[in-house]
């Protein structure tokens, strides 16, 4: 497992745009793949996109949100713009080790607000 540590989060106007990051501990950060999560208010939490050789979205970020790793920062990023109200939620990180099934290594999440 790996300590993962998110920033970027806060309060921003619909049509608007917010970086995250996600800082791993750990020297093998680049054989890890990366994921970020997100949990509404009232709702379970829901599967944003991966990357580790490639990434993956889901289909209500696609083409707004993009995740990006910089392996020699141990970093993780999503850059999230053309917002929407209903992307308000906490953000999480996540880690897996390539070929284990589940995530297993969870950031303490960071807070996105998008005000109307």
């Known amino acids: 497992q790996v300590q993962l540590t998110e920033s970027g989060g806060g309060v921003v106007q619909a049509g608007g745009s917010l970086r995250l990051s996600c800082v791993a501990s750990?020297?093998?950060?680049?054989?890890?793949?990366m994921a970020w999560f997100r949990q509404a208010p009232g709702k379970e939490r829901e599967f944003v996109g991966a990357?580790?050789?490639?990434?993956v979205y889901t289909d209500s970020v696609k083409g707004r949100f993009t995740i990006s790793r910089d392996n020699a920062k141990n970093t993780l990023y999503l850059q999230m713009n053309s917002l929407k109200p209903e992307d308000t939620a906490i953000y999480y990180c996540?880690?897996?080790?390539?070929?284990?099934?589940?995530?297993?290594?969870w950031g303490q999440g960071t807070q996105v607000t998008v005000s109307s």
């Open positions: 996540a880690a897996r080790r390539s070929g284990v099934m589940n995530f297993d290594s």
């Open positions: 750990g020297r093998t950060f680049n054989r890890y793949v």
């Open positions: 990357v580790y050789s490639s990434t």
